[in-house]
C-alpha cells in the first residue's frame, strides 16, 4: 500500500518551502531515513528523511516549486509494489527565476565570511641620497599603461572574452656599485659629498611604503596587470600571499565574464527582468523591515588604531596551539564584543512587548550572531554561548559558521536565538557602513576595513592600522551613553588586545 508523504514542518512554525531537490527517482529502493529530498525554507536548506522502507512510488511535486506545509510531495509503495512514472519537469517560471542550487561550485563561490586582513596602501619608498656619477640618472618610475584581462589558471571555467593587453614593463633601476669619488672634470669640480639623508617631505608623505609581497606574486601580478593594491591581503604583517592574488583574481574574471552578457540579456529576459522574492530573500526584507520601523535605530561611529591588534593576530597565526585555524581581525573583534557586553549588559537583550506591560529582558548568555553572505543571500547565524568559548575555540567556531554558511547548510536552529550581531563589511573593503539591528535584538556592530593611515601619536604623525567600529542599538532600551560606553568598551580592546587577559 502507497504511504503518501506530506511537506513537513521544518521548525519555528514555518508555513511554506520550496522544493529544491530530489534525492531519489521513481522505481528507487529507500530505507527508513534515507534523505528523500533537499528543501529551501525561509530559514536555511533541509534535508528531509524517508519515515518508511520501501519502493519510491510518484513525485507529486516538481523541483523549483514552492508548496505549502502539509502537502503531498511523494509516495513510497511497500516493497514489490510498482512505481509510478517520473514527475513532470518544473515549469517554467515568470520572468527570470533562477533559483541558487544548494551545491555551489568554486566559479559561484562568495567572497570570504571573515575579513582575511588589511592590506597596505600602494606607494612608494623615498629615494636613498647616496653619491652619484656626473651623468644625469633616470627620470624614475613611468606609469603602467593599458590594460590586462585579469584572469588565473585556478579559474579555467571562466572563458578570457577580452583581448590581454601586456602592461608596459616598469624600468628596473640598475643595482649601484660602492660609490666611488667621480673622475674630476677640467671644466666643472667633484660634485661635494651628499648630505646626511633626512625624509623628505612633510610627516604624510613619510608614511609611503610599498604594498608588501615577496617577488614571486609580484611578477605574478604584472603578469596578470593586476595592482597589488587592489589586493586585500592575509599574510604576515599586511603581505599579500599567492593565494590572495589567486583569489582576487579569479573574483575579476568572473565578473569580467560576467560583465558582457548583462546588457545583452534583454533579448532573453525583456528590458524588466522579474525575479521572485522567496526564500531567504523573502525572509530577510519581512525581518528588515520589521526592525526598521519597529525599533528607533541610533547609530554611533569610532575609529579605533587597531595595530596591536593585527600583531595579536599575526601572533597567534604562528602559535602551534593554532596551527591549521583560520584566524582574522574578527576574532579578536568578536571577543571584544563578548567582552563589552558583560561591562554594558543592557546591549544584550530584547524589547519584548506584553498586555500587561512592555519588558527589556536582559540575557545573561551571549548567542553571538554573525551576518554572513551566502549564495542563498544574507543569514545570520549565531555561535551558541560565545561567552564560554575561549579563543581557540571561538576561532574554531567562526571557521565552522563560514564553512556551514557558504556550503548553505545553516540549520534553523543556528539562526534563532541571536542576541547580539557582528556584521563584517571590512572584507568588502567598505569603511563603515550603518547597519540594521537584527530582529529580537537591540544592538549590532559593524566592522570596518583595516588599512594603513596617517595617525597622530605623541605629537607625530606616523602610520598605524586603522578602522572603524559602527554601531546601531535600539534607543527604547539603549540611551546614548550607554552606547557610547559599550562601543568604547569595543574600541578598546581593538587598541590593547591584552586588556582581555585581566
Do not use: C
Amino acid at each position: 500500500m502507497a504511504q503518501t508523504f506530506n511537506l513537513p514542518d521544518a521548525g519555528e512554525g514555518l508555513t511554506e518551502a520550496e522544493i529544491v531537490s530530489w534525492k531519489v527517482s521513481p522505481g528507487d529502493t529507500v530505507a527508513i531515513n534515507d534523505v528523500l529530498v533537499e528543501i529551501e525554507t525561509a530559514k536555511s536548506l533541509v534535508e528531509l528523511p524517508s519515515p518508511w522502507a520501501g519502493t519510491v512510488g510518484e513525485l507529486l511535486v516538481a523541483e523549483g516549486v514552492t508548496v505549502e506545509v502539509g502537502t503531498p510531495i511523494i509516495t513510497v509503495l511497500e516493497t514489490g509494489e510498482t512505481a509510478a512514472a517520473p514527475a513532470p519537469a518544473a515549469p517554467a517560471a515568470a520572468g527570470h527565476d533562477d533559483p541558487t542550487p544548494p551545491d555551489v561550485g568554486p566559479q559561484a563561490a562568495p567572497g570570504p565570511l571573515v575579513g582575511s586582513g588589511p592590506r597596505a596602501d600602494a606607494v612608494k619608498r623615498r629615494a636613498r641620497h647616496t653619491p652619484t656619477r656626473p651623468q644625469a640618472s633616470g627620470a624614475g618610475r613611468s606609469s603602467q599603461t593599458g590594460t590586462a584581462t585579469q584572469k588565473s589558471a585556478a579559474a579555467p571555467q571562466e572563458p578570457d572574452r577580452t583581448p590581454a593587453v601586456t602592461p608596459q614593463p616598469e624600468p628596473s633601476p640598475r643595482p649601484q656599485a660602492a660609490p666611488t669619488p667621480p673622475a674630476p672634470a677640467p671644466t666643472a669640480p667633484a660634485p661635494a659629498p651628499a648630505a646626511p639623508s633626512r625624509p623628505a617631505g612633510n610627516p604624510i608623505e613619510r608614511l609611503v611604503q610599498r604594498v608588501l609581497a615577496k617577488p614571486p606574486v609580484r611578477k605574478a601580478a604584472k603578469d596578470l596587470g593586476i595592482d597589488l593594491a587592489d589586493v586585500t591581503a592575509s599574510g604576515a604583517g599586511g603581505e599579500v600571499t599567492r593565494e590572495d592574488l589567486i583569489s582576487y583574481a579569479e573574483q575579476v574574471a568572473r565578473n569580467q565574464a560576467r560583465a558582457p552578457q548583462f546588457w545583452n540579456a534583454g533579448a532573453k529576459h525583456g528590458l524588466i527582468e522579474k525575479v521572485p522574492v522567496r526564500g531567504v530573500r523573502k525572509a530577510t526584507a519581512a525581518a528588515m523591515v520589521q526592525s526598521a520601523f519597529s525599533a528607533p535605530h541610533v547609530s554611533i561611529f569610532v575609529d579605533v588604531d587597531a595595530t596591536r591588534t593585527m600583531e595579536f593576530v599575526q601572533r597567534l597565526k604562528a602559535s602551534r596551539d593554532f596551527e591549521g585555524i583560520k584566524v582574522s581581525p574578527l576574532l579578536i573583534l568578536a571577543k571584544a564584543v563578548i567582552w563589552a557586553a558583560a561591562r554594558n549588559p543592557q546591549v544584550n537583550a530584547s524589547w519584548v512587548p506584553g498586555d500587561a506591560g512592555d519588558e527589556i529582558h536582559i540575557k545573561h548568555f551571549m548567542n553571538l550572531g554573525i551576518a554572513a553572505a551566502t549564495p542563498r543571500g544574507l543569514m545570520v547565524p549565531n555561535i551558541k554561548n560565545a561567552q564560554d568559548l575561549t579563543l581557540k575555540e571561538l576561532a574554531v567556531a567562526l571557521g565552522d559558521l563560514a564553512g556551514t554558511a557558504r556550503a548553505g547548510k545553516t540549520k534553523p536552529a543556528d539562526m534563532q536565538g541571536g542576541t547580539l550581531s557582528i556584521t563584517n563589511i571590512g572584507v568588502l573593503g567598505i569603511d563603515i557602513g550603518t547597519p540594521i539591528i537584527n530582529p529580537g535584538e537591540v544592538a549590532i556592530v559593524a566592522f570596518g576595513t583595516i588599512r594603513q593611515k596617517p595617525w597622530v601619536v605623541s605629537g607625530e604623525v606616523i602610520a598605524r592600522w586603522i578602522t572603524t567600529l559602527g554601531g546601531s542599538f535600539d534607543h527604547r532600551v539603549v540611551d546614548g551613553d550607554l552606547s557610547a560606553r559599550f562601543m568604547a568598551d569595543v574600541a578598546a580592546i581593538m587598541e590593547e588586545p591584552a586588556l582581555l587577559l585581566e
